[in-house]
């Protein structure tokens, strides 16, 4: 004569289970936490030199591009900022970066919290990982990588930059370490230069294109290098990592340099080492960090073509890069090529790509080009065909891609541009996939229909 209670007992746990926060969900809740955050701050009066605050639409804009490390601004760092704004915009970078899940995680855990299965299984989910095992060890090693590559990286800025800026130099050198290892690309040096105004500083390029780069292949990448210190011992994610990455650089500099060479608005007028110094830097930068050596707007339509490629592959899984990710693009090249030798399996490096991965790396690469292509439609009719629909294409990308590399445009959008390209760095960070996922109901169908045969090619 329970029936009463076993009934209550069940619709509590229906309710339950309907209003249940899925792990994908709780990723992008907590980006978005953090973006509201980063936008009240930002509208104080102490963040900016004119003692208003930034306009609402204008420090959501900034405060987004900064917790998904993108780098497009609407606003000066150095002469519109405090240094209150500033230590705020550092704080976003490097939280987006790791990910506020992660340096919370590894506050409570370092506290006694023990997580329950549930939790875990978010932890899982944002690190991309296919087992909880070993989840805070491996949290662990992304806070102390992270720290001693920045810390590193800061004193040789700091070294570099003080003789121009005295012991101000701390400050950018702590700023522009962080900036370029969270693969975030803002700068100090202001009037939105980036490092167009030092076309020949090769030691900064290079500083910063190795702390790109690291910050770029992902932690467990980086962790597998120098714990192994041999191909054959890399796994497989590493040896694909490694090469693609590689490959993008090598193939984006040859091409940018041979091209743009020739160009007399950007690179044909500089010397030949500098010409090849910027070109590979431009290929390491666009594929997610943002900073540029020269006018990209004054570059020829085919390197903006490849930079748009680039940008649009992003950097590597777990790492602090967006886009659709280095292993994504490889797995689809793969794919393509297995198809057209005739063979049934991905084999690559002795090893066999399973069918479920395929599917998620098409499902990635069709979503983003639906959502970039769409984007920029809306964009182009927002901005009523002012500018070039390449242009506007060129900037929709470098939010996906969280890149931040702009053409001179980036200011002249209205609130809703502004508000689309926010919700486009959101999607290209915690990843488009994921994304959508939160946003629609998976369930998993019983039902078997039998398989049909359609003509294609």
């Known amino acids: 004569m329970n029936f009463g209670l076993e009934w209550k007992e069940q619709d509590a746990i229906n309710l339950q289970n309907r209003f249940r926060v899925k792990p994908n969900q709780i990723i992008c809740l907590s980006f978005v936490l953090m973006i509201s955050i ?157 490092l167009s105004g030092r076309p020949d500083d090769l030691f900064l390029m290079g500083c910063l294109g190795t702390l790109i780069v690291l910050g770029g292949i992902g932690f467990t990448v980086m962790y597998d290098v120098m714990q192994n210190h041999s191909w054959r011992k890399f796994s497989l994610h590493t040896q694909i990592v490694l090469a693609t990455t590689v490959v993008l650089i090598v193939v984006g500099g040859l091409l940018i340099f041979l091209v743009d060479g020739q160009n007399p608005k950007t690179l044909a007028n500089l010397p030949l080492d500098v010409q090849l110094a910027q070109s590979f830097f431009t290929s390491v930068s666009c594929r997610t960090a943002g900073f540029n050596t020269f006018d990209l707007g004054a570059s020829t339509q085919i390197t903006q073509l490849v930079m748009i490629i680039l940008m649009f592959i992003g950097a590597s899984p777990l790492s602090t890069g967006g886009g659709i990710k280095s292993t994504t693009f490889f797995i689809i090249m793969l794919s393509m090529w297995t198809v057209i030798r005739g063979r049934n399996q991905n084999e690559v490096f002795g090893r066999r790509i399973g069918k479920k991965l395929v599917y998620q790396s098409f499902a990635i690469f069709t979503i983003a080009t639906i959502w970039v292509v769409a984007v920029g439609i809306v964009l182009s009719v927002i901005d009523g065909e002012v500018h070039e629909l390449e242009m506007v294409i060129f900037e929709t990308v470098s939010a996906f891609g969280t890149v931040g590399m702009g053409i001179g445009i980036t200011n002249e959008w209205n609130m809703w541009g502004k508000l689309l390209l926010s919700l486009t760095m959101l999607m290209g960070r915690v990843g488009i996939l994921t994304f959508i996922m939160a946003v629609i109901k998976q369930k998993e169908s019983i039902i078997k229909y039998p398989e049909g045969n359609i003509m294609i090619g």
């Not at 991309?128 to 590193?152: C, H, P």
């Not at 070294?159 to 050198?173: A, L, M, T």
């Not at 290892?181 to 700068?187: E, I, P, Q, T």
């Open 38 to 194: 980063g936008t009240l701050l930002l509208t104080l009066p102490i963040s900016t030199t004119n003692n208003m605050g930034l306009h609402p639409v204008d420090a959501l804009f900034v405060s987004t591009s900064a917790s998904c490390v993108t780098g497009l601004t609407v606003v000066d760092l150095k002469n519109d900022l405090t240094l209150f704004g500033k230590i705020v915009m550092l704080l976003l970078i490097q939280v987006g970066g790791l990910g506020i899940m992660t340096l919370g995680t590894l506050v409570v855990h370092s506290m006694g919290y023990r997580f329950r299965q549930s939790e875990s299984m978010v932890l899982q989910e944002s690190l991309n990982q296919d087992s909880r095992t070993g989840l805070f060890s491996l949290i662990r090693r992304m806070i102390k990588y992270t720290f001693a590559v920045e810390g590193f990286f800061s004193v040789v800025l700091a070294w570099h930059f003080y003789p121009e800026y005295g012991w101000d130099c701390i400050g950018y050198g702590i700023f522009h370490s962080v900036s370029a290892f969270c693969n975030a690309g803002f700068d100090l040096f202001g009037n939105y230069e980036s």
